[in-house]
Each structure stands twice: as C-alpha cells, then as structure tokens.
C-alpha cells in the first residue's frame, strides 16, 4: 500500500510540475524588472516551491481523492499567487492580471493535450500519451514566450494606473473561467462523433487566438495612446521653449536699443544737472528705473527647458495676483531625461497654478502665493518643492489622494470627476525613478514634494542626450 502511495504522489508530481513551471517561468518573464531579489535567487525560490507544493498537492490527492481528482489544484494555484506577491514589487491589479495571464495559457495548453488525446493519441500506449500529456503542458505556454516577455512586460514596466489594472485583471480572469468551462463541459458531455471532437478542437483553437489576439490590440492601442500623449506632451514643452526663447529675444533687442538710447539719457540727466533740477532729474530716473524693471525677465534655471517651463507658469501665476518664488538650484545637465523632469514640472505648477486661480475665482481671497524649489540632493537625486494657495475643496481632494501623505497613483482631481492626470502622471514618474510623491494642504496652502532617484544609466543617458541636442 505504501508503495503504491508513493508511486501515485510521484506520478502526481512528475505530471504538473513541468506545468506550474512554465507557469511561473511566462510570470517571471512579465515582472522581472520589478523582483524583490536578485533573478537567480527567484528563479530558485520560484522552483522550491513548485516542487514543494505539487508533492502537497500529491499527497492530498492520493491520500484524500483519487488520482485525478483536480480540486488539489486549486490551493495550488493559491499558494502561486501569494509567492507572485511575495517575490515581485507589483500592486494588487498587476499581480493578478499576470497570474491569471500566465494560468490561463497554462489552461489552454491543457485543453489543447486533451483535443489531441481525444483526435490523434486516443489509441496511443500509456507511455506515449503521458509523454504528449508533458510535452504540451510544459511546452505549449512557452508558446505565449514572446507575449510576456515584450507585451505585457512593457505594460508592467510603463502603466501604473492601479485602477486601470484592476479593471484590466478582469479580462485573463474571464478567460480563464472560460477555458475552464470548456474543459468541464468536454468531460461532462460525450463527445462520439469527429464533427463533435472538430468543433471542440476550433473552440479551441479560438479560445487561444482571442488570448494572445486581444493583448496584443489591447497593448498596442496602449503603446499609441500612451506615445501621442508624450508627443503631446513634447509638442507643449517646445511651446513654451518657444515662447521662452522670444521673450530672451526681445529681451536682447531692447537691451540693444537701450544702448543705442543710453547716450541720449546721457544728454538728458547732464541737461538736469546743468540747471540744478534735482526734481526734474529724481523724476526722470524713476521713469528710467520702471522702464527698466517692466521690460526684465528674469532667468529661473540654468537649464532652458526647465527655464521655460518655470516662466510660463510663473506669468499665469502672476496674472492671477499670486505673488511667486522660484528657486530652481539644478545644474545646466540634469541628472535625468530632461523631458521626463520638464513634464513632471509641469504637471506639478499647473496643477498649482489652476488652484490659485480657482482662490482667486472664490473671492475675497488671501494673498495667493506660489513657492517653487528644486535642487540636487545625496546621490544625483533631484527634489522638488512646490507651495501653492488652494481651496477647501482642494485640500480635501489633496487628502483623499493622499491620506498617509504618499500620493497614490490614481490621485483624483478636483477640476473634474475621475482620476487627475497630472498628478498620477507624476506618482508614475516617480515610482519609475525610484521616488515618491508626498503631499499635505493645511491653511490654505497645498505642498507637494517629487523626489526622483535616477540611477547612473539614466544619468549618463540624459548628459549624452544635453550634449548632442547642444552640439545640434
């Protein structure tokens, strides 16, 4: 009797273990550049546990069922999704989204042996279908390869949103309820006749199209949704380059047409002295004095992107009656893409800007302020300040996003219902550079705080990318 035990839980073993390690194999290729250790120590932990849990499993299917009894599989399954949480830095909604991903083609491989089992190997010896039953349930998810390790590892690398993929898990789950369905229907049901077994085999053969099908259309739709908003994006930022650039431009001519004029304020003040009008000439250099401070535009970065950014935000500010305080303490070559920089920037002093001007819109407001810091800290990172007016309705707002003071992806907006894009573009800039985003509002004044940790790849990327636009 002990014999035949260990024989069954090792049948058992020797059976699915090949195929909840293609499993874990297609998760791993999808969040490998989100692990908590190092790829080889979760490549052994990972296979430590598939083994573990499959000799479990086939114990208690031997001992407490029957050999081919499948409710074993479903603490399995249980057990690989709490070792996907405690190996990967993932959220909830792209923890499940891989695992049902990576278990449904693990189902579709097994409905795809038992088509065959039922059209081609029927008449087969036990040794040949056990050696089919192996070669396509270890095998045939690694069809899916390519799709993990490009698509949807893109997705897990590049969208944060956790809402998005907590809506998006639903979409793997239905096909796997799906492709369970099928197999329970296919063995309640007498298949007797080839056109029977035929339809089965498309049903199949479709279920397994629409998978990869609908990630790729899905991805791909994301790619360009997501690659016209960053040439949005980019489209403004050389907007306002541009305007920066015509006001240093008109800044430069005046400064030529004073010099052209000097001599003749020379003329003038000597004029004044000649008669001893001390008023006439007081007077005149006052004039010359507000002249001189309305035409002066003032440099806020050594950087000229970030320079252009922080004086368009600051003339909005000001023409809402804010009084405003830049001090961008960053070096002329930022330590990180400076696209990435220049639109977290100004997302953050838009949102800014917006909440001043809806104080302002309120009535009898206080004196509105916008406060702006940047500078480089320990390591190369880069921290950012901001301190705007806002309204109680924008603090309550600031609250919900975030109540522990980290602002969570998904921050909601107060412009409009739903979620803010801005400041969720920020917290996912943030999470990519190793940061965080924290925020408070309290008397009427709302603070944010970006902190970006790029790493040296980055940093060199980014001089590389400074020095060959300055050499253009």
């Not at 390690?21 to 250790?37: P, T, Y």
């Not at 089992?117 to 040794?127: D, I, K, P, Y």
Request: hydrophobic fraction near 50%; charge should be neutral; proline fraction near 2%.
């Amino acid at each position: 009797m002990s014999g035949s035990v260990a024989e069954g839980i090792l049948w058992y073993v020797v059976r699915n273990t090949p195929t909840f390690l293609s499993m874990f194999f297609l998760m791993l290729l999808a969040v490998r550049g989100r692990l908590r250790f190092s790829l080889k120590t979760t490549v052994g932990i990972a296979l430590g546990i598939v083994v573990a849990s499959s000799l479990v499993s086939g114990v208690g299917v031997v001992l407490f069922a029957d050999e081919a009894g499948t409710w074993a599989t479903i603490p399995l399954l249980a057990v690989s999704l709490a070792s996907l949480a405690a190996l990967t830095r993932l959220s909830w909604g792209k923890r499940l989204f891989v695992f049902f991903s990576a278990i449904t083609a693990a189902s579709i491989a097994i409905l795809v042996y038992d088509v065959l089992l039922r059209t081609v190997a029927l008449e087969w010896s036990f040794g040949a279908r056990r050696v089919l039953d192996a070669a396509v349930c270890s095998l045939g998810p690694l069809a899916l390869a390519p799709l993990f390790a490009r698509t949807i590892r893109w997705g897990v690398e590049q969208i944060d949103d956790r809402t998005f993929w907590r809506r998006l898990a639903a979409l793997p789950a239905a096909f796997f309820i799906t492709a369970n369905a099928l197999y329970a229907l296919a063995y309640a049901v007498e298949f007797v006749s080839t056109w029977a077994n035929g339809l089965y085999a498309l049903t199949v053969a479709v279920l397994g199209f629409l998978l990869a099908a609908s990630y790729l259309v899905l991805f791909s739709a994301l790619r360009t949704t997501r690659e016209n908003a960053r040439l949005r994006e980019a489209a403004q930022l050389e907007g306002m380059q541009h305007v920066r650039y015509e006001s240093l431009q008109r800044t430069l001519r005046d400064t030529a047409k004073a010099r052209h004029d000097f001599r003749h304020q020379l003329l003038v003040i000597r004029s004044f002295a000649e008669e001893n009008d001390a008023e006439g000439l007081r007077a005149f250099l006052d004039e010359q004095g507000a002249i001189g401070a309305e035409g002066e535009r003032p440099a806020y970065a050594s950087n000229f992107a970030v320079d252009a950014v922080a004086a368009h935000f600051a003339e909005r500010a000001r023409a809402c009656g804010a009084e405003t305080s830049f001090a961008l303490a960053l070096p002329e070559r930022l330590s990180l893409p400076e696209a990435d920089f220049c639109m977290a920037l100004a997302n953050l002093l838009e949102n800014a800007v917006e909440a001043c001007e809806r104080v302002a819109g309120a009535g009898n407001a206080p004196q509105l302020l916008l406060c702006v810091e940047a500078r480089v800290v320990a390591g190369g990172s880069v921290l950012v300040s901001v301190r705007n007016s806002c309204t109680d309705a924008d603090a309550r707002s600031l609250a919900t996003a975030a109540p522990d003071g980290v602002l969570a992806n998904a921050a909601r907006s107060t412009k409009h219902a739903g979620e803010g894009i801005g400041l969720a573009s920020v917290s996912a800039l943030a999470h990519r550079y190793r940061g965080e985003v924290r925020a408070q509002a309290e008397d009427g004044v709302a603070e944010i705080q970006l902190l970006l940790r790029p790493e040296r790849t980055q940093c060199a990327a980014a001089t590389a990318t400074t020095c060959s636009r300055a050499q253009r």
